[in-house]
């Protein structure tokens, strides 16, 4: 099922919350939480059946850059951010990337994924994909997520 958009995974945080697994020189997004796949690993192949290797780009630090080199070989965009600012500067340089380097349409759907969570079904996940895609044409924020069952802070609900 393909779908004509731009991936951007999101691979420069420290993973804090999972400590004392993830650290600061190995965080969460490098760990095989289950298989011998790490969760960048499975996040990348997550979204290979809908958008190719050339649509996607891997955000990260110099830090991390041989680990994502290492996890995603076939991706030919890494994107370094010169400094660890968080997530909304982190997606800003992206997008600005997917502009000048992918040659992204003004149009075109860019969809901004962390790479540390574990989702399944796949099959259900990539007919939500589409589903997000086809909202995302017609003007809207598409997100996914998990329904809150009691207020999270953290998670900013």
């Known amino acids: 099922m393909a779908v004509d958009m731009k991936i951007l995974v999101l691979a420069g945080g420290s993973g804090t919350r999972l400590w004392p697994l993830s650290r600061a020189n190995y965080p969460k997004q490098f760990l095989k939480m289950r298989g011998d796949k790490s969760l960048l690993r499975e996040t ?89 895609e086809k909202a995302a044409e017609n003007g809207f924020i598409a997100t996914f997520g998990v329904k809150p069952t009691r207020p999270e802070t953290g998670y900013g609900y």
């Open 44 to 132: 990348v192949e997550r979204f290979a059946p809908a958008v190719s290797f050339g649509d996607m780009a891997v955000m990260t630090n110099e830090e991390y850059r041989f680990f994502v080199e290492a996890e995603c070989p076939e991706c030919p965009h890494i994107v370094l951010e010169p400094a660890s600012r968080n997530t909304a500067p982190a997606i800003a340089l992206g997008v600005k990337y997917c502009i000048e380097y992918m040659k992204c349409a003004p149009d075109e759907v860019i969809l901004v994924t962390p790479s540390d969570h574990l989702t399944e079904p796949r099959e259900t996940f990539l007919k939500a994909l589409k589903a997000a």
